[in-house]
């Protein structure tokens, strides 16, 4: 998936644990996860903004695009 999701960086950085998080923002702890872990294919914006107000960060420091690699793009 070219969007990449760096929220256990932030939780790594903020010495905060899923579950505080997950409480913080009011989602299930299941539904961070799945957030968390790239698997999720949507983001309400309320959910994004209660991420951002709970980590002090801003939406690029959750996600970022990475370009995906076409068959013929050869690892250096």
């Given amino acids: 998936m070219p969007i990449a999701v760096d929220i256990d ?3 790594a ?22 957030l968390k872990n790239g698997r999720a294919k949507a983001v309400r914006f309320a959910t994004l903004a209660a991420l951002c107000e709970v980590l ?9 695009w990475e370009a995906e ?4 793009d050869e690892v250096a």
Avoid: H
């Fill in 56 to 64: 002090d960060c801003q939406p690029g420091d959750l996600l970022r």
């Fill in 9 to 11: 960086v932030m939780l």
């Fill in 69 to 72: 690699a076409t068959a013929g």
């Fill in 13 to 34: 950085r903020r010495k905060m644990s899923v579950g505080e998080l997950a409480d913080r923002v009011g989602i299930t702890p299941a539904n961070l996860a799945v």
